[in-house]
């Protein structure tokens, strides 16, 4: 009887702590959703704030480059509208909206680039490669085609 008593105990204990672990679990999982839906929420407000500041300085002159993909200089810029007048080739220009310029095109001078320290002198020779007359004697020089050997 005894022995039973053990048993029923050992059992108990086990669904407790089965109880425990998986309240354990269910907490842990939401402390790291919880902790996923900061960083996101953190992530856009960055990138908004970026977004803002880039929009508050821009001005005419300016290189951009739309969000869907047409690079221009800024003409004219109204902020009351949210538009902006971009030219993208000379004489032809287009009015988009301000949220539309993905981002300011940094332009790089020739004087920013590093100097090459390579010549025409350094870059190697290679042979002449074999004219296409020259037949391949590795594969295939020999082949005879069956197709010939028909009656025509």
């Known amino acids: 009887m005894t022995h039973n008593a053990e048993f ?3 059992i108990a204990q086990a669904e407790g702590g089965q109880e425990g672990g998986s309240s354990m679990f269910m907490l842990l999982m939401l402390a790291v959703l ?6 996101m929420i953190r992530r856009s407000r960055k990138a908004m704030k970026t ?7 821009m001005e005419p002159g300016m290189q951009v480059m739309t969000t869907f993909g047409l690079y221009g200089t800024i003409i004219e810029v109204d902020r009351d509208d949210n538009k ?9 220009f287009a009015t988009v909206h301000l949220q539309a ?3 300011v095109v940094e332009e790089t001078n ?3 680039l590093p100097e090459s320290d390579i010549t025409v002198d350094d870059i190697p020779d ?3 490669q074999a004219s296409p007359d020259t037949p391949d004697t590795d594969y295939g020089s020999e082949y005879k085609d069956p197709r010939d050997d ?3």
């Open 8 to 10: 029923a105990t050992v």
């Open 34 to 39: 919880g902790l996923l839906f900061f960083m």
């Open 51 to 57: 977004q803002q500041q880039q929009r508050a300085s």
């Open 84 to 92: 902006a007048v971009i030219e993208l080739s000379p004489g032809h």
């Open 101 to 103: 310029i993905g981002q």
């Open 110 to 112: 020739a004087e920013e």
């Open 126 to 128: 290679y042979p002449e």
């Open 150 to 152: 028909r009656d025509r």
